[in-house]
């Protein structure tokens, strides 16, 4: 069994349970997930099975897209609804004010992650130092917000909003980031992944379907090829002849291509095609030969 499958995370689990129970519902030891979502969030956890572990990586690459809620005039330590409150203010923004602050946040900017966090300092995870009272400097990091837009207004402190952003974005640190623009404070009220990549909230299975599938024989409906998840990189074909040079790793010239070559450039990845079998990903390197980068198949 080898592929990806769109999970409908539910709030209340971390990305790793789930990664857990379904490594025990359905007896795979491979399986992984491609993208933390927090314990609170919902939606759209990719999760890869069997040799598409291999794959998680560039699942991890894809762009993200979110709604959320936020709500202004409080801050908790945690950034979210499930935080200790630190802070209050009475001193609320108008919308147009909000709207104003929003298109600030967008494009190439850099956000500093939040204290609760997976994200390790000197070996240790922040969320652990942060439960043990300890505040260390965290380095900001660059991020891509392409698109940052309100969606409703709740007056006087509710604000329900849509991001889509480059993988490593905080949407509590941007929420963080936001109240602190308006100079009121906000926090994270609940928080659904709508979209990693291709995958979509609209196809995804809930960890209940996932067992009737199971059960019915049928969970391969909703398995996605490893070729298919990878359908961001072009595709080439190699001569049949060109087969055990390839799966065993040497290199082998252009002339064993029988696709167009198309406009691929060097050093980009391709998914390789061979004996009508879908075989990994490969990039063509300086010397001009096909290299593989993943061996799949």
């Known amino acids: 069994m080898d592929g990806v499958i769109n999970v409908l995370k539910p709030p209340g689990m971390t990305s790793s349970d789930v990664v857990v129970y379904l490594r025990r519902l359905m007896k795979v030891k491979k399986i992984g997930h491609a993208g933390t979502l927090d314990p609170g969030a919902a ?19 894809a762009d993200k897209t979110y709604r959320g809620g936020l709500v202004l005039g409080v801050e908790t330590d945690t950034l979210d609804a499930d935080g200790n409150i630190t802070n209050k203010s009475t001193s609320l923004p108008e919308l147009s004010d909000i709207e104003v602050v929003f298109k600030k946040y967008q494009g190439r900017i850099l956000q500093t992650p939040p204290m609760y966090s997976a994200i390790k300092h000197q070996g240790r995870r922040l969320y652990k130092l942060a439960r043990q009272g300890e505040k260390v400097e965290v380095a900001p990091r660059e991020i891509e917000i392409f698109k940052n837009k ?9 604000v329900f909003f849509q991001v889509s952003c480059s993988k490593g974005t905080y949407i509590r640190s941007l929420v963080r980031d936001i109240g602190e623009s308006l100079g009121c404070g906000a926090y994270l009220s609940y928080l659904i992944r709508v979209a990693s990549g291709q995958f979509s909230i609209a196809e995804s299975i809930s960890l209940q379907e996932i067992k009737r599938a199971l059960l019915e024989s049928k969970i391969e409906e909703f398995i996605t090829p490893m070729d298919i998840a990878l359908s961001q ?10 087969y055990t040079r ?26 390789v095609y061979c004996r009508k079998h879908f075989i990994g990903l490969g990039y063509i390197d300086a010397n001009n030969m096909i290299r593989m980068r993943k061996v799949l198949g």
Do not use: W
């Not at 990189?233 to 060109?242: E, G, H, K, R, T």
């Open 43 to 61: 939606g759209v956890l990719v999760v890869c099975i069997g040799r598409a572990t291999k794959i998680a990586e560039y699942m991890m690459d």
């Open 150 to 158: 309100i969606l409703e207004f709740y007056p006087p402190d509710q």
């Open 233 to 242: 990189f072009p595709s080439l074909v190699i001569d049949d002849n060109a």
């Open 246 to 271: 390839v799966i065993n790793g040497n290199l082998i010239g252009k002339d064993s291509v029988i696709s167009d070559l198309g406009c691929i450039a060097e050093g980009k990845l391709f998914r």
